[in-house]
């Protein structure tokens, strides 16, 4: 199975032209960048819209005017994974936003409990501790993330979040893709990281 996978965008995916052929576009959020309503619907427009057979989002912590829905009435074909998780190809992922009132209590510690041990794909926005997170001196990744990657047999783990850190890794047999496309100072687009895994 072939992943695109992007995230980060801020606004400015409509400046992504030409991208390559996927099974599977997935964005780890932070698709708006102050977190309105018309900013996600702006996005979603165009995610809809693009030509891939599978479409996978889930939210950053500039996208919180989604906190709290459940259900947005997409295509049948783009997936919206809040702590939740689809099957595509026997290929099983599991999302799991980042939005500030989760961590700022202990919601999203009990998130990452809840990933389920036969992930073969998990999509967070936050890196875990360590992995592709180092920016300004400091490594912003969890550390509770990192521990329960390491009790997961993963194939992948697509996030974003820190933007001087884009691109790809493989560690222990698991690809890690940090798919923050806008660089730090938010001037210049990445291209979108392109990973193949095995299909289950």
Excluded at 89 to 116: E, L
Excluded at 118 to 145: K, R
Aim: with cysteine; net charge negative.
């Amino acid at each position: 199975m072939k992943i695109l996978h992007l995230s980060d965008t801020h606004n400015c995916h409509h400046r992504l032209r030409d991208l390559p052929e996927a099974d599977v576009v997935v964005h780890s959020g932070d698709f708006c960048m102050v977190g309105t309503e018309q900013e996600a619907i702006d996005f979603l427009n165009w995610f809809c819209d693009l030509p891939y057979k599978h479409k996978i989002f889930i939210c950053g912590n500039h996208d919180d005017c989604l906190y709290g829905a459940n259900s947005i009435g997409l295509d049948g074909n783009v997936h919206y994974l809040c702590n939740s998780g689809i099957e595509i190809d026997g290929v099983r992922f599991y999302g799991i936003p980042m939005f500030m009132g989760d961590c700022i209590t202990d919601r999203q510690s009990s998130n990452y409990d809840k990933i389920p041990s036969n992930t073969d794909v998990l999509i967070t926005h936050s890196p875990a501790y360590g992995i592709l997170d180092f920016d300004d001196g400091i490594n912003y990744g969890s550390e509770e993330l990192l521990a329960k990657v390491s009790t997961l047999n993963l194939k992948a783990h697509l996030f974003g979040h820190i933007h001087a850190q884009h691109g790809v890794k493989e560690q222990s047999g698991i690809t890690l893709s940090n798919g923050a496309i806008i660089n730090a100072d938010y001037s210049n687009l990445s291209d979108p990281n392109l990973i193949n895994i095995k299909d289950a």
